[in-house]
Nanobody, 122 residues
Framework: QVQLVESGGGLVQAGGSLRLSCAAS????????MGWFRQAPGKEREIVSG????????YYKDSVKGRFTISTDNAKNTVYLQMNSLKPEDTAVYYC???????????????WGQGTQVTVSS
């Protein structure tokens, strides 16, 4: 079992950057495929990015390709989401999640963090 805690959200102007962190405890993240999700008000939760447990596979939602980058630091047992060129439509609560197996682009994740709010002003 793994526990996940996100941080790094906040208010930023359009065009700005934020880096989200997801600190894991209980088990090392290299046992899991890790994903970043977001949920905007009135919308369903969607996967934004993910990285396979082996680290050699990544996924990005089309609308964030070229702007967001997922990475891991196994020494710190932490997953990051670097978000550049932020847009108002990126405003949402962002969640970190973990699952066993290699498939990334699914909502079938087992472990979830509590979420961190990202607000992008125009």
């Amino acid at each position: 079992q793994v526990q996940l805690v996100e941080s790094g959200g906040g208010l930023v102007q359009a065009g700005g950057s934020l880096r989200l962190s997801c600190a894991a405890s209980g088990r090392t993240i290299n046992h899991y495929t890790m994903g970043w999700f977001r949920q905007a008000p009135g919308k369903e939760r969607e996967i934004v990015s993910g990285i396979s447990w082996s680290g050699d596979g990544t996924y990005y939602k089309d609308s964030v390709k070229g702007r967001f980058t997922i990475s891991t630091d196994n020494a710190k047992n932490t997953v990051y989401l670097q978000m550049n060129s932020l847009k108002p439509e990126d405003t949402a609560v962002y969640y970190c999640a973990a699952r066993s197996g290699t498939y990334i682009a699914t909502t079938d994740y087992t472990y979830w963090g509590q979420g961190t709010q990202v607000t992008v002003s125009s």
